[in-house]
């Protein structure tokens, strides 16, 4: 019994001296899961995005780029980074959608159909961020809107035309879509930006 005071007072002890000596020092501990701050620049111009597009949501846009962290935080870097991710958002979705058909938990041929029409669209969709991303690279910025037009709604005509997902193993596409529909609004605005 005595030793279990002991080392209660000893572990007591030992906090209160610590946390004494850290009081006049600055700790520059930070917990891993504690987020860092999104840089005022993207904040900035996630806002800018948003005034020039009212379609472009600020809190997706100032937390993709918070995650992300692009190298580049200027206007033409963010447009070329939206670009970029809207292509890898759209391979992933295409990559899910393989998956699902290969793996053979498809059974219905209506919900196959669906599936591989999906398939297409997000390659179509992978497509122009590309050529969108190509164009901001080039410096032909009138381009991306252009390039990137209709791609929103690839996303919405394949929820539409998705079955529910008590018919087998289908992805939930629809995360896919509504990342697709803001990262196609956030390049064309970001865009835009560029003077």
Same mark, same amino acid.
């Given at each position: 019994?005595?030793?279990?005071?002991?080392? $209660? #007072?000893?572990?007591?002890? #030992?906090?209160?001296?610590?946390?004494?000596?850290?009081?006049? *020092? *600055?700790?520059?501990?930070?917990? *891993?899961?504690?987020?860092?701050?999104?840089?005022?620049?993207?904040?900035?111009?996630?806002?800018? &995005?948003?005034?020039?597009?009212?379609?472009?949501?600020?809190?997706?846009?100032? =937390? %993709?780029?918070?995650?992300?962290?692009?190298?580049?935080?200027? @206007?033409?870097?963010?447009?070329? &980074?939206?670009?970029?991710?809207? &292509?890898?958002?759209?391979?992933?979705?295409?990559?899910? %959608?393989?998956?699902?058909?290969?793996?053979?938990?498809?059974?219905?041929?209506?919900?196959?159909?669906?599936?591989?029409?999906?398939?297409?669209?997000?390659?179509?969709?992978?497509? /122009?961020? =590309?050529? &969108?991303?190509?164009? %901001?690279?080039?410096?032909?910025?009138?381009?991306?809107?252009?390039?990137?037009?209709? @791609?929103?709604?690839?996303? *919405?005509?394949?929820?539409?035309? =998705?079955?529910? /997902?008590?018919?087998?193993? $289908?992805?939930?596409?629809? %995360?896919?879509?509504?990342?697709?529909?803001?990262?196609?609004? $956030?390049?064309?605005?970001?865009?835009?930006?560029?003077?």
């Amino acid at each position: 019994m005595r030793t279990c005071a002991l080392l $209660l #007072a000893v572990t007591v002890a #030992a906090a209160a001296f610590g946390g004494a000596q850290a009081v006049g *020092r *600055r700790s520059f501990w930070r917990p *891993r899961w504690q987020p860092l701050p999104t840089p005022p620049a993207i904040v900035a111009t996630c806002q800018a &995005a948003h005034d020039a597009d009212k379609r472009v949501n600020v809190t997706f846009c100032t =937390n %993709i780029f918070g995650l992300l962290r692009p190298h580049d935080s200027t @206007v033409r870097g963010l447009a070329q &980074a939206a670009a970029s991710m809207g &292509a890898g958002r759209a391979d992933t979705a295409q990559t899910t %959608i393989d998956r699902t058909l290969s793996q053979g938990g498809v059974d219905d041929p209506r919900a196959r159909r669906a599936l591989e029409r999906c398939d297409r669209l997000y390659g179509s969709a992978a497509a /122009a961020f =590309n050529a &969108a991303g190509k164009a %901001i690279t080039e410096g032909r910025y009138a381009d991306v809107g252009r390039s990137l037009e209709g @791609v929103s709604e690839l996303g *919405r005509q394949c929820d539409s035309e =998705n079955p529910p /997902a008590s018919s087998g193993n $289908l992805a939930p596409l629809w %995360i896919f879509s509504r990342a697709n529909e803001q990262l196609t609004y $956030l390049t064309i605005a970001i865009t835009s930006l560029i003077k």
